[in-house]
C-alpha cells in the first residue's frame, strides 16, 4: 500500500480536502490486516474523523474483495464507524486464525491420498497459521506437523532412523521408501500363496464354526468381524497412546539475575509464564484481561497476576510481560512470546535462535522427558481467554503443542 506524503503545508491535516498522507486503493494481493493497519495510522496522520475514515476506507475497497464484502455485512450504522469496522475485521481475524489452527492440529493423511498431496496441505495450512515466523522455523514446523500426520507405523519407522531427517521432503523420501517396500514385500506374499483344491476345502468347511458370528464356513480365530473389531479397538488404543508416547519437551537455558534457569519452550501455551518462587511481589500486578486458563487436564489454573521482568537468553535481553500461577515453579515461553513482533525467533536443527533488532544470540535446544510428569501436565497448554464470566462469548478453541502432540480443549 503506497502512501505519497505532501509536505508543502504542515497545517493541511485541518483541512479535510487536503491529505498530509494519501492512501493508495487496496490492491488484489494486499492482506486485508496489512492494509487497515496502515489504512489507521494514515487516517490518524490526516486528523480524519471515525466517521471520514470509514467513508474513505470503504473507497478504497475493491469491487471484488473479500474485504468489500465482509464491510456490506455490517449494519448500517457500522458501516459509518472505521472503528466498527475495524472492530468487526479482528473478530474476523481471529475466527479464521482459530479455524486454521484447527485444521492443522488435525490434519491427517486422507484415503488413497498421495504423501506429496499430503505434505502440500500441510505445508499450505503452517503458512496461513504462523505467516510471520521465519522460514527455517516454517521449515521445522511443516516437517514436525507432516510426521504427525503420517500412520503409526510410517512415523514409528522415520523415528527409528539413526538420523531424523531435516526437512520434509525429507521425511517424505523416506515414508514413499517405507510404503513402496512394503507394497512389494505384500505382492511378493501374495503371489507364492498357493490355493488348496476345492474338495479338499468342502471338507475342511464341515468341521468350521465360528463362536463370534455364528457361521459356519471358518473358524473364530479366522472371523473378519472379530479381527475387524479388534483393529478398531487397537487403532484407538494407539491413538492415544501415541500422544503420550511421542511426548517431548523442548527446553533452553535463561538468564535471570546471574543464574541459569530451564525454561520449558511450549507453542501450544496461549501465554508465558514465570516461577512464583523468584518474583519479587510489590511488582506483581493485576491483569487487565479477566483470564481463565486450565491446564492439559482441564483443572483450572489459578493466575494471580501479571508480572512484567526482563530475562537473558544467551545475552539478548528480553522484556516481557509473564503471568504467575499459584504452585508454578517453571519459566515457560508460550506462543505469546514466540510470535511477538519485538524479537526474531527460529529453531534451526537444535538451536534456539533470537533477535531483538539490537543483539543476536543462540542457544542448544534441550530435548527430554525428564521433567516431571504432573508439573508438566499442570501447567503446560495453557489458553488465555478474556471475558470469562460470559461463557457463551467464549468459542470453543482445541489447540496442541506441535513438539508433544498433547491436546487440550477449553470451552
Not at 527446553?251 to 516461577?275: C, R, T
Not at 510428569?373 to 457463551?392: A, C, G, P, V
Amino acid at each position: 500500500m503506497a502512501e505519497n506524503v505532501q509536505t508543502n503545508n504542515t497545517n493541511q491535516s485541518n483541512d479535510p480536502d487536503k491529505w498530509v498522507v494519501r492512501p493508495s486503493r487496496m490492491e488484489k494481493d494486499d492482506k486485508i490486516e496489512s492494509y487497515l493497519n496502515e489504512f489507521s495510522r494514515i487516517a490518524k496522520a490526516n486528523n480524519w474523523t471515525d466517521c471520514r475514515s470509514a467513508d474513505i476506507f470503504q473507497a478504497m475497497l475493491r469491487a471484488d474483495s473479500e474485504a468489500l464484502q465482509l464491510f456490506e455485512d455490517l449494519t448500517e450504522s457500522d458501516q459509518k464507524s472505521f472503528s466498527k469496522i475495524k472492530r468487526a475485521f479482528e473478530e474476523k481475524f481471529k475466527h479464521n486464525m482459530v479455524a486454521n489452527i484447527m485444521k492443522l492440529m488435525f490434519i491427517q493423511r486422507d484415503r488413497n491420498e498421495s504423501l506429496s498431496r499430503l505434505l502440500q496441505r500441510t505445508t499450505t495450512c503452517v503458512e496461513r497459521v504462523y505467516p510471520n515466523f521465519a522460514k527455517s522455523n516454517k521449515t521445522q514446523l511443516v516437517r514436525n506437523h507432516f510426521m504427525a500426520a503420517l500412520d503409526l507405523k510410517l512415523r514409528e519407522k522415520i523415528i527409528a532412523l539413526s538420523e531424523l531427517p531435516r526437512t520434509a521432503n525429507d521425511v517424505l523420501a523416506k515414508a514413499e521408501a517405507f510404503e513402496n517396500a512394503t507394497k512389494c514385500h505384500y505382492n511378493r506374499n501374495e503371489n507364492s500363496f498357493q490355493k488348496p483344491s476345492s474338495s479338499s476345502n468342502n471338507n475342511k468347511k464341515q468341521n468350521k464354526f465360528c463362536e463370534y458370528c455364528k457361521k459356519t464356513n471358518h473358524n473364530t480365530d479366522a472371523c473378519y468381524s472379530k479381527k475387524k473389531k479388534e483393529k478398531k479397538a487397537k487403532a484407538e488404543k494407539e491413538k492415544v497412546s501415541s500422544i503420550e508416547s511421542d511426548r517431548m519437551v523442548m527446553k533452553i537455558m535463561i538468564d535471570f539475575k546471574n543464574k541459569k534457569h530451564l525454561a520449558i519452550i511450549d507453542s501450544g501455551s496461549s501465554i508465558s509464564f514465570f516461577p512464583k518462587n523468584l518474583i519479587d511481589s510489590s511488582k506483581l500486578v493485576n491483569s487487565e484481561k479477566n483470564v481463565s486458563a486450565v491446564s492439559f487436564t482441564n483443572d483450572p489454573i489459578s493466575i494471580i497476576g501479571v508480572y512484567k521482568e526482563t530475562i537473558k537468553i544467551e545475552n539478548v535481553k528480553c522484556k516481557w510481560d509473564f503471568y504467575v500461577a499459584n504452585n508454578n515453579d517453571y519459566f515457560l515461553i508460550g506462543f505469546d512470546f514466540l510470535s511477538s513482533k519485538r524479537f526474531k525467533i527460529s529453531t534451526d536443527f537444535g538451536l534456539f535462535k533470537i533477535s531483538n533488532g539490537r543483539t543476536e544470540g543462540q542457544t542448544k535446544i534441550l530435548r527430554s522427558t525428564d521433567i516431571n510428569s504432573h508439573d508438566y501436565q499442570q501447567f503446560n497448554n495453557l489458553i488465555i481467554s478474556t471475558d470469562s464470566d460470559k461463557k457463551e462469548d467464549i468459542e470453543q478453541c482445541v489447540f496442541k503443542m506441535i513438539s508433544s502432540r498433547i491436546y487440550i480443549i477449553v470451552s
